[in-house]
């Protein structure tokens, strides 16, 4: 079964065909870094992580690029709020994405190109624009004319008439029409500026993507990836105005989007408080069932947050790791049979039957929560097995037993899940909550003895785990620090 990505210009799944052999160039949109990554962030970079592994896995040289837009509105906003420079912001939640998607067991990319590292090839790339008659310059801002590039809206399906008839009355009337987006914006007071042919002014959002992948991975390359809110209007304005600056068609080859988060149905967002930090879920849950929670859904799927989900996730993630952990025991075990008996031959049949039924899934778009049921199919078998021999029932084929172990390890790998039987439980909240009550009370009656050192002992004991107890005159309180 040769391999078939669903290509958003296409609106279809089409076969894979790199655009060199054995080679694969990928470019995915990355944060733009004004707070902590959130799970609707995960779940684009852990998806990607998966598509390069399987490509890896099948052989292929991954280039990956992934950006930071380190210059942004909303980075400017927290810099002024906060009465500090906008690349202080940016470099702190820059290191906040690493240390969260590393715990992730993301792989890093090849390169991580930064906006402000690259405003000489955003200023040259505009200026062609110009030249070639797609934009144009207004008191110090540059447009890029939607109408000057006959292919507008290939992408997103949407028409340029219908748009302007849709378009706000209150647009910027300088604009020649209402689509017309920004590739240069004039420097206003107090933000963050870099020179150019028509003055002072940083760029617009679009055309930093579109100069950072032309430059590491030229004018046409296999895939582009991002959230499928981002194919209107930013990767489509990418094509238009790559297309137009190089000649070259087709800019991306395969455009691939993920779906939304939701959170108990509703798309996540900070104004409907249900807006979830990778960082605070990853207090109650390990980084793996995170994973294994994000990859249970298909990518173009909606995926529902919820704890019952990720508790879900918990249990599986229980039954997948205890399969090889019992495989790995029944390994260590002394009693060895190396006939070929017709659990040995089960064994191996079960073996390559999940790694047939991985690779069709991952296959048909990267299935992954089709690849996750070969897996359970898998740990049944190597469980039955690796028991009967713990219980010395059957001796151990070590070569067959060997075989399939490494065969559930790869394929584990390859969804980037590292199973190991400590798994540990969720944090139930509810039960900290009871705890820290018992230890508050415990706590004022030895305030109310005048036993200071008790009193004390059960504040600095529970500092090292985390916990702060914080003395007012309407009593005891106590917090996560």
Request: a negative charge; proline letters at 4%.
């Amino acid at each position: 079964m040769s391999l078939r990505v669903y290509n958003t210009l296409r609106n279809a799944k089409e076969e894979f065909v790199p655009s060199v052999p054995g080679k694969v160039s990928m470019y995915v949109c990355g944060v733009t870094p004004y707070n902590h990554p959130h799970i609707g962030n995960a779940r684009p970079f852990v998806t990607w992580d998966v598509i390069r592994r399987y490509f890896e896995y099948k052989g292929f040289a991954v280039n990956h690029i992934q950006n930071f837009t380190d210059v942004d509105d909303k980075i400017i906003n927290t810099a002024k709020q906060e009465a500090v420079s906008w690349d202080i912001i940016s470099e702190r939640y820059i290191a906040s994405y690493f240390e969260v998607m590393d715990r992730l067991n993301i792989k890093r990319a090849d390169i991580f190109p930064k906006v402000s590292g690259h405003m000489n090839e955003i200023v040259d790339m505009v200026k062609v624009l110009i030249e070639k008659g797609f934009a144009y310059e207004m008191d110090g801002d540059v447009y890029f004319s939607v109408e000057a590039f006959d292919h507008y809206g290939q992408l997103s399906g949407r028409n340029i008439e219908d748009m302007k008839a849709g378009a706000r009355v209150d647009v910027d009337d300088r604009k020649r029409h209402p689509m017309d987006f920004a590739l240069w914006k004039a420097a206003k007071p107090g933000e963050p500026s870099w020179e150019s042919p028509w003055g002072l002014g940083r760029p617009g959002w679009h055309i930093e993507c579109s100069a950072m992948s032309l430059k590491y991975l030229g004018t046409s390359f296999d895939f582009h990836g991002g959230g499928s809110d981002l194919i209107f209007p930013h990767h489509e304005n990418e094509i238009a105005q790559s297309e137009a600056f190089s000649g070259v068609s087709p800019f991306v080859r395969y455009w691939l989007h993920n779906g939304f988060v939701t959170v108990n149905e509703e798309k996540m967002s900070k104004s409907l408080g249900n807006f979830f930090l990778v960082k605070d879920i990853l207090e109650r849950y390990s980084p793996e069932v995170l994973r294994l929670f994000i990859l249970s859904t298909h990518y173009r799927s909606p995926l529902d947050f919820s704890d019952q989900r990720l508790d879900e996730a918990q249990k599986n993630l229980q039954r997948l790791s205890i399969a090889a952990e019992t495989s790995k025991r029944a390994l260590e075990h002394p009693k060895v049979d190396e006939r070929e008996t017709a659990e040995a031959g089960e064994l191996i049949a079960a073996a390559d039957e999940a790694r047939k039924e991985f690779e069709d899934a991952m296959d048909d778009d990267f299935n992954t929560a089709l690849a996750i049921t070969a897996l359970f199919s898998m740990a049944k078998v190597l469980n039955s097995y690796g028991n009967a021999v713990l219980r010395d029932e059957i001796g151990c084929n070590q070569s067959a037993l060997m075989r399939a172990h490494e065969t559930y390890a790869e394929l584990s790998g390859i969804l980037g899940l590292i199973l190991k039987a400590d798994v540990k439980e969720p944090v139930d909240d509810q039960l900290i909550d009871d705890l820290m009550g018992v230890i508050l009370d415990l706590r004022k009656d030895a305030r109310d003895k005048k036993d200071w050192a008790v009193s004390d002992e059960i504040r600095n004991r529970l500092k090292p785990l985390g916990i702060v107890i914080e003395d007012s005159a309407q009593g005891a309180r106590w917090k996560r620090s």
